[in-house]
Each structure stands twice: as structure tokens, then as C-alpha cells.
């Protein structure tokens, strides 16, 4: 996966790195406020649930996302792609750093 959009990145990030048995996973927000995760035929693990339902919410205002009570800021919502964000803390005090997650 590429990032489609880079000028929408905060500074000092770093990317998901999305592992090969979660790139054929689909990611489906309906409006009830679930996202369906499924997790397609090559699993990271045996023992994992081909689904997985989870909670989420979106305030477009403040531009955040929370999945499953976790928060993040919500980058980027068009055709092409989703993309979130949560924050690192410092790194060998290098202020704060970004970790970026790609839904195209």
C-alpha cells in the first residue's frame, strides 16, 4: 500500500506496517456505528475469527476516530483512501511522532 496523499501526513511519522496476512482484510463502518472487520481468507493467526465486530465513532469536526474505545485523528476521508493516526510517545526526546494507518 501507498499513501495516496502524503501532503496530509503530520510530521515525524512513521506507517503501519501492514503485514501480509491482513492485506486482503476488509474494513466495513456502517452507520449503526459497527465496523466488520473481516479478515480474509490468509489469517495472521489459526486461531482468529474470520469476523470481527467492533464499535466506532467519528466527530468530523474535531477529526477524530475512535475504534473500540481507542482514539485517533482522523487525516484523511476521501474515494481512495481512510487515514488515521495515533500518537507515539517521544522518542529519545524528539517530541511526539505519528503512527499512520492506510484504508484504501
Do not use: H, W
Not at 48 to 75: A, H, M, W
Request: net charge negative; charged share 20%.
Amino acid at each position: 500500500m501507498q499513501d495516496k496523499n502524503p501532503s496530509a501526513n503530520p510530521a515525524n511519522v512513521l506507517f503501519y506496517p501492514v503485514q501480509t496476512c491482513e492485506q486482503d482484510d476488509t474494513f466495513t463502518f456502517a452507520a449503526d456505528g459497527t465496523v466488520l472487520i473481516d479478515q480474509g481468507a490468509t489469517k495472521c493467526s489459526q486461531n482468529e475469527p474470520r469476523t470481527v465486530s467492533q464499535s466506532y465513532s467519528i466527530d468530523r469536526t474535531t477529526k477524530e476516530l475512535r475504534i473500540n474505545g481507542q482514539k485517533f485523528k482522523l487525516l484523511e476521508e476521501t474515494r481512495e483512501q481512510i487515514k488515521y493516526s495515533a500518537e507515539l510517545p517521544p522518542v529519545n526526546g524528539a517530541g511526539f511522532s505519528s503512527l499512520i494507518f492506510l484504508l484504501q
